[in-house]
């Protein structure tokens, strides 16, 4: 009998022994498995916090694109007006350039300018007064006004500096 018990215990020891081999195993799958599932989750979070990064730095980079196309504007703008300015300059030089001439001659050129603008204020009343358009004769008061405004517009004496 006691061989009996004996083999029961043995038995039994050696079920338990299989039994927990088999749990054993089973959380080990299942751990190897959850693990799969959280780096799987684990995975995509960082996708996504990835996709959020690519989207910012997009974001950044039109904006400095953005930034660039408007200095490249201004700096356009600024040029055009540098531009404006030298032909201002260069017709206001060569209106001041007479060379050597007499008095009378270079008197009368200095009036051409004011004769004109008289002109054609008088041309401007004549269509204001004859045309039954005010179309016409608003586009003959603009060009009259732009006329004068640039002719005259800077013919100021300047301010002696110290």
Same mark, same amino acid.
């Given at each position: 009998?006691?061989?009996?018990?004996?083999?029961?215990?043995?038995?039994?020891?050696?079920?338990?022994?299989?039994?927990?081999?088999?749990?054993?195993?089973?959380?080990?799958?299942?751990?190897?498995?959850?693990?799969?599932?959280?780096?799987?989750?684990?995975?995509?979070?960082?996708?996504?916090?990835?996709?959020?990064?690519?989207?910012?730095?997009?974001?950044?980079?039109?904006?400095?694109?953005?930034?660039?196309?408007?200095?490249?504007?201004?700096?356009?703008?600024?040029?055009?007006?540098?531009?404006?300015?030298? +032909?201002?300059? &260069?017709?206001? /030089?060569?209106? @001041?350039? #007479?060379?050597?001439?007499?008095? %009378?001659?270079?008197?009368?050129?200095?009036?051409?300018?004011?004769?004109?603008?008289?002109?054609?204020?008088?041309?401007?009343?004549?269509?204001?007064?004859?045309?039954?358009? +005010?179309?016409? &004769?608003?586009? /003959?008061?603009? @060009?009259? #006004?732009?006329?004068?405004?640039? %002719?005259?517009?800077?013919?100021?004496?300047?301010?002696?500096?110290?």
């Amino acid at each position: 009998m006691v061989w009996q018990s004996e083999s029961k215990t043995n038995m039994a020891g050696l079920l338990n022994f299989g039994v927990d081999a088999a749990a054993g195993g089973f959380f080990g799958i299942f751990g190897t498995a959850l693990g799969r599932v959280a780096s799987y989750f684990e995975r995509k979070q960082t996708f996504l916090q990835e996709e959020k990064r690519w989207g910012h730095e997009l974001k950044l980079h039109e904006l400095q694109m953005k930034a660039k196309m408007q200095e490249t504007e201004l700096e356009l703008a600024i040029e055009a007006q540098k531009g404006s300015w030298r +032909g201002l300059e &260069a017709s206001l /030089a060569a209106d @001041a350039n #007479t060379g050597i001439a007499s008095k %009378w001659v270079i008197n009368t050129l200095r009036l051409v300018r004011p004769a004109l603008t008289l002109l054609l204020w008088m041309i401007t009343a004549w269509i204001f007064s004859r045309t039954q358009d +005010g179309n016409i &004769a608003n586009a /003959a008061v603009f @060009a009259a #006004t732009a006329a004068t405004l640039w %002719w005259f517009g800077d013919r100021a004496p300047k301010q002696k500096r110290i």
